[in-house]
């Protein structure tokens, strides 16, 4: 049966010290609601350590006891973790950081008397999506759905941008240095959405009392584009001259298992395997829902690619040096 709502005072963000994360323990404190960050590593948090009402903490999600103890005193819970690769390609690493911890985070936020609980997914979370990373989000999804203690809702993003995140920012330094840029999914379909419209949504869901538990928010940005734009896009906004060539499906896979064995995997199989699924709100509009109007890209990203000098010098003379 589920807890009456509580006033909201305290909420604690899991995997607090992330893109979304900062963003949104930014966007708490500027509503006066105090902020407890919980990451697996203190210094992974170094950037909210001024905020005025906010506490960081280390904690290990898989301590279920360690985690319930950290969520005493909170009457909501965001669980922001997620992976977009793992070690290998088993399964195993997407599994354990999206289902595991969810669970852990359920049964502890359960224990500390937590009343409200909001798990951050992914557009196409599915278990029988056809990669790790989307399976994994849909069995998490399915363990939120499953509670009958806690007050939940879900909030399913396509992909986010903003200041630092892992869109624009990671295709920035290849479209600055390549001549050209081979692009895998160059047709795969998305609709970028804001990171500040996405952690107004995650408010708007917290300081609703009449919203019904188990309810799932779909966010999606004004426009859909397909990957191939978006980095033309950053290209010719951060004044590159980086011409964009779409792969075939083989020559995708080949660059995906390449980039597998990379360091850092820019680019893995299962980034290729989720690209076969476009990430577009299919079902009603989650920001309209929540009352808020979508930012455009346009609105926020030429800022943060506008070219340094040096940037510009460095292109002009390769451009004359091809000439």
Known sequence: MLKSPAPLRTVALLGGSGFVGQALASRLQAAGFRTRILTRRLEHAKPLWLLPDARCEAVEVHDRAALATALRGCEALVNLIGILNEKGDSGRGFRRAHVDATVSALAAAEAAGVSRFVQVSALNADPEGPSHYLRSKGEAEQRVLETRTLRTAIVRPSVIFGPGDGLFGRFLPLVTWLPFLPLAGAGARMQPVFVGDVTEAILRILGNDQLASGSVFELGGPEVW?????????????????????????????????????????????????????????????????????????????????????ARDYSAKRRSAQR
Request: glycine fraction near 10%; proline fraction near 8%.
């Open 226 to 310: 397909t990957l191939g734009r978006l980095v033309e896009y950053t290209a010719r906004t951060s004044g590159h001259a980086c011409p964009v060539i779409g792969l075939p499906a083989w020559a995708g896979r080949l660059q995906a298992e390449v980039c597998e064995h990379l360091p850092g995997k820019p680019f893995s199989r299962d980034n290729w395997r989720s690209l076969k699924r476009d990430s577009v709100v299919q079902g009603e509009d989650g920001l309209a829902a929540l009352g808020i109007t979508a930012t455009p890209i346009d609105s926020i990203v030429p800022a943060l690619l506008k070219p340094s000098r040096r």
